[in-house]
């Protein structure tokens, strides 16, 4: 499990590919990409499992295969001869910015205090919803029944708005402020509950690939935690994985910090 001690170059190809066309991803070679992974010299490659459309790059009973691999399965391909190349291979996961699960089940999507129940390109898929738990957690066994794969990254582990479905008001209990007031307690316990629920979300997810996959690492996106209050992250995610992990999109001292911090997490 403890690969990442000795993978120190690592690559991931983002791959949110949607399959609204049909030629998108249908000449995928994962030979090819392989071939370019070696060129490129590192120990370690994450691939694609399943991306923020909701698509996933294997025959998926539970959710929605890309349609434009026609049947394919081009995440056990790569990741077989990732295997066999001595590159380890790693699975990426999403959770919550998920479009197939959040436009299937209109029930699990999260909506603001407007109504609205998007922002983008992507829905999202509340986790405070029982069911929404049950899929994800289902996706993941698939991916894990995946026996060359070393670890697992889970994504989008934290809340894109400040949700007020059903879910989140029952689970809540009573009534969610509406002012954003930090002298106001039940503002302040309202923030700790969403805190709370991701944290619990990640636990459950985690404790899931560690029931199927105990010999593999897991991990979830963490580096919403130095964006604020309003992405809901808390020291719970980290407590949900190996090791702490997430990207991070600004210039040379935001690294200088992220990688500290995830370090110091870890």
């Not at 935690?225 to 992250?233: K, M, S």
Request: hydrophobic share 35%.
């Amino acid at each position: 499990m403890n690969w990442q001690s000795n993978c120190y170059a690592r690559l991931l190809i983002d791959n949110h590919i949607t399959d609204q066309k049909p030629h998108y991803m249908s000449r995928f070679d994962p030979a090819a990409y392989v071939e370019m992974v070696k060129l490129a010299g590192v120990d370690s490659a994450m691939v694609y499992a399943c991306d923020h459309n909701g698509n996933s790059y294997y025959p998926t009973k539970v959710g929605h295969q890309h349609a434009g691999l026609h049947g394919r399965d081009v995440f056990g391909e790569t990741v077989k001869l990732l295997a066999e190349n001595h590159i380890v291979p790693i699975a990426y996961h999403t959770i919550i910015f998920h479009n197939h699960s959040a436009q299937s089940h209109p029930e699990w999507q999260q909506r603001d205090a407007n109504g609205d129940v998007h922002s983008g390109r992507y829905f999202h898929s509340c986790p405070n919803h029982p069911d929404y738990l049950r899929y994800a957690r289902a996706e993941l066994a698939e991916i894990l029944a995946y026996p060359e794969i070393r670890g697992i990254f889970i994504d989008m582990t934290f809340w894109p708005k400040v949700c007020q479905c059903p879910s989140c008001r029952k689970r809540f209990g009573k009534a969610i402020p509406q002012v954003i007031d930090w002298n106001n307690p039940e503002w302040v316990k309202f923030q700790r509950f969403r805190e709370k629920s991701m944290a619990d979300f990640a636990a459950k997810l985690s404790a899931t690939v560690k029931k199927l996959r105990p010999d593999i690492s897991v991990t979830h996106q963490f580096s919403p935690v130095l964006h604020g209050w309003f992405l809901g992250q808390s020291s719970g995610i980290a407590a949900a994985s190996d090791y702490a992990s997430g990207d991070f999109y600004g210039g040379r001292e935001q690294h200088r910090l992220g990688t500290r911090l995830l370090e110091a997490y870890t």
